[in-house]
């Protein structure tokens, strides 16, 4: 059973390494289609908003989803894409720092929050808190989470954990995943029995149910950040952005879970 749960957790992870490299590879060929590359987290809200903005922009924009440290660096590399939303402030910081969006169409979008979730027939049962026995609650399993070390939802995963004391007993229990999604698979599929992931992936996903969701000043704020890329060229990337920041986009995003930061227009 071990050697069964092992090899899983193994495809998994090549799994979704494989997504992150091939997650880009529609924008190629999405000629006269805004490219939005977005964080793998906004998937099922985005999906939503792209549908609705449809009317406003022409046409439905081609997104392709992933880790926002992956996208980032495919940016960087040339990839073309019109608008990246990341799902956190230091890789949006890390291609502006380089010139590779437009500063004056940035904006905090979104915001999240941490939670740790388990398989949905899970019986365990835990309050988060300073110095919480997390390690006796994963037991001989895994804790799955984005890599910590570049993956935004693992880096917020890490700092909570961190800050709540708890971080030196529970990192060689860690199952690093390429997404965040990736960890949430990980944990519907039993593969692993705990997991951090985001609670608007935790309202999409049927086969987990939170324990506890992490205190909001345990790790950095969750923001998602929005820009129109430099080198964008397609002329309805103003619309869409607009659409991104509309009553409409927010009233979706809100059912996802996700908290609205920026005005409606």
Same mark, same amino acid.
């Given at each position: 059973?071990?050697?069964?749960?092992?090899?899983?957790?193994?495809?998994?992870?090549?799994?979704?390494?494989?997504?992150?490299?091939?997650?880009?590879?529609?924008?190629?060929?999405?000629?006269?289609?805004?490219?939005?590359?977005?964080?793998?987290?906004?998937?099922?809200?985005?999906?939503?908003?792209?549908?609705?903005?449809?009317?406003?922009?022409?046409?439905?924009?081609?997104?392709?989803?992933?880790?926002?440290?992956? *996208?980032?660096?495919?940016?960087?590399?040339?990839?073309?894409?019109?608008?990246?939303?990341?799902?956190?402030?230091?890789?949006?910081?890390?291609?502006?720092?380089?010139?590779?969006?437009?500063?004056?169409?940035?904006?905090?979008?979104?915001?999240?929050?941490?939670?740790?979730?388990?398989?949905?027939?899970?019986?365990?049962?835990?309050?988060?808190?300073?110095?919480?026995?997390?390690?006796?609650?994963?037991?001989?399993?895994?804790?799955?989470?984005?890599?910590?070390?570049?993956?935004?939802?693992?880096?917020?995963?890490?700092?909570?954990?961190?800050?709540?004391?708890?971080?030196?007993?529970?990192?060689?229990?860690?199952?690093?995943?390429?997404?965040?999604?990736?960890? *949430?698979?990980?944990?519907?599929?039993?593969?692993?029995?705990?997991?951090?992931?985001?609670?608007?992936?935790?309202?999409?996903?049927?086969?987990?149910?939170?324990?506890?969701?992490?205190?909001?000043?345990?790790?950095?704020?969750?923001?998602?950040?929005?820009?129109?890329?430099?080198?964008?060229?397609?002329?309805?990337?103003?619309?869409?952005?607009?659409? *991104?920041?509309?009553?409409?986009?927010?009233?979706?995003?809100?059912?996802?879970?996700?908290?609205?930061?920026?005005?409606?227009?």
């Amino acid at each position: 059973m071990v050697a069964r749960k092992g090899l899983g957790l193994r495809a998994i992870a090549i799994a979704g390494f494989a997504a992150a490299l091939t997650a880009v590879m529609p924008a190629a060929h999405a000629e006269d289609k805004v490219v939005v590359f977005a964080a793998a987290s906004l998937k099922d809200g985005l999906d939503a908003v792209n549908k609705a903005c449809e009317a406003d922009v022409g046409e439905a924009a081609t997104i392709s989803y992933a880790a926002s440290s992956a *996208l980032a660096r495919q940016i960087e590399g040339g990839a073309p894409a019109d608008i990246f939303i990341s799902a956190d402030l230091d890789w949006m910081k890390y291609l502006s720092d380089q010139k590779l969006t437009k500063p004056d169409t940035e904006v905090k979008l979104l915001g999240n929050e941490i939670v740790l979730v388990a398989p949905k027939d899970s019986t365990v049962e835990t309050k988060i808190e300073k110095g919480f026995d997390l390690a006796k609650l994963i037991g001989d399993g895994k804790l799955a989470m984005g890599d910590f070390k570049a993956v935004p939802a693992g880096k917020y995963g890490k700092a909570a954990l961190e800050s709540l004391g708890i971080w030196s007993s529970v990192e060689s229990k860690v199952a690093q995943a390429e997404n965040v999604r990736a960890a *949430l698979k990980l944990v519907s599929t039993g593969e692993a029995p705990l997991g951090i992931v985001y609670a608007t992936d935790a309202h999409a996903e049927k086969g987990v149910k939170v324990i506890g969701t992490f205190p909001e000043d345990s790790h950095p704020p969750i923001i998602y950040p929005v820009a129109q890329t430099a080198d964008s060229k397609d002329k309805d990337t103003p619309a869409f952005l607009k659409c *991104l920041q509309s009553a409409t986009a927010g009233a979706l995003f809100k059912e996802q879970g996700f908290t609205v930061l920026t005005p409606s227009n």
